[in-house]
């Protein structure tokens, strides 16, 4: 069955620090891998995605991520992280055309000022 | 342009008793996908539609749960007999075309059952 991990529930990092957010996949081919972004009251927000091609993956709001095969990740990174930058994280795995998003159970991020 | 909307934002409902929640894609959008959020959980697949036809319903949890998009737009989420199990915020998205397209988001509707 395709599923997503992440193994972190939660993360706290000071303003300023780098971070990375860590989702391993478990999918039959190369799945559709996308980072969603959730705020209180917010929908769901996307931050990027990757179908094919580059392996490093250029989003909104100065978030990157790199798909790597060998280890099944796709981790989401950003150099400098910004107090608006708290929100819950989600990896999502899509397949055969990426009809059914399967999401990751989420990482809470919280920015310590 | 507008964004996905969904109503009502909230419901609060009692055991047993019948409910509709109400999604408006993206203008244009011919997917349309809804989705169940648990508390502390990622959301969850329970349909899918291309054009007014459930293309994928693989998701849905037993026969209670039902939903429409007669005219290829709006969508109607329909949970009969409702029970305590079923409270969890409710996410539409909808995307230009099944496939790769990016799916949009609406903001869901927060089902309670007392």
Do not use: M
């Not at chain 1, 992440?6 to 300023?16: L, R």
């Not at chain 1, 391993?24 to 209180?40: C, D, H, I, M």
């Not at chain 1, 094919?52 to 991520?65: M, P, R, Y």
């Not at chain 1, 989600?90 to 809470?108: D, I, P, R, S």
């Amino acid at each position: 069955a395709q599923s997503v991990t992440q193994p972190d529930i939660h993360i706290t990092v000071s303003e300023g620090a780098s971070l990375e957010l860590r989702c391993n996949y478990s999918y039959g081919a190369t799945p559709y891998l996308f980072w969603y972004v959730q705020s209180p009251g917010q929908g769901l927000q996307l931050l990027l995605k990757y179908f094919s091609g580059d392996t490093l993956v250029q989003g909104i709001k100065g978030f990157e991520a790199e798909f790597k095969r060998s280890q099944s990740s796709f981790n989401l990174r950003k150099p400098s992280v910004h107090w608006s930058d708290a929100a819950e994280y989600f990896c999502v795995g899509g397949g055969g055309g990426g009809n059914k998003l399967t999401f990751g159970t989420g990482t809470q991020l919280k920015v310590e000022l | 342009g507008a964004g996905v909307s969904q109503t009502p934002s909230n419901k609060v409902t009692e055991k047993g008793k019948y409910v509709e929640l109400r999604c408006d894609p993206i203008s244009g959008h011919t997917a349309l996908y809804w989705y169940r959020q648990s508390l502390g959980q990622g959301p969850e697949f329970l349909i899918y539609f291309q054009g007014t036809g459930a293309a994928d319903d693989s998701g849905l949890p037993n026969d209670r749960f039902f939903a429409v998009r007669p005219e290829g737009s709006v969508s109607t989420l329909k949970i009969q007999r409702t029970e305590r199990g079923d409270s969890a915020v409710y996410l539409c998205a909808s995307s230009p075309a099944a496939g790769t397209d990016t799916q949009y988001f609406g903001p869901g509707t927060r089902l309670t059952v007392l």
